[in-house]
């Protein structure tokens, strides 16, 4: 999810609140009571991600809906999940610019992992994404998969 639409504050304040307005929602997150959490609130937002030690992780794959969106911060680059991985030390992430089915995320992100057994994940989502563009993954309108973007090293 992302909640930073429509921000109009300035400095520390509105970075802050893009890190605690992005984010993922696990197992959990729809707990009905708040003592059966043990503490845990199921949602992982871009403040958490970044403070995980993903060092050595070669890549973190979000197929859930706008992950790779942010808020824009001058010099920054765009502040949300996607930076937050790569500051954890993600060396690379595959991420989602807009909402799409579960059913079309799970076919790109399947075929993307079949390629992946033997080349780079840039070469593999771009392989992917031919295949989905030749009809071969029953993703026939691009809106499907065109989403998906690596970022970070390729």
Known sequence: FTGTEGKEKSGMLELYEALLNSGIALAGANCAKPEDRRGRDGILTAEEASQLDLEGTRLVFLSACETGLGLPWTGEGLMGLRRAFLEAGAQSLVTSLWKLQDEDARRLACAFYEQLESMDPA??????????????????????WASFILVGRP
């Open 123 to 144: 070469r593999a989502l771009a392989e992917a994404k031919l295949r989905a563009l030749r009809g071969e993954l029953g993703l026939s309108d691009p809106y499907a």
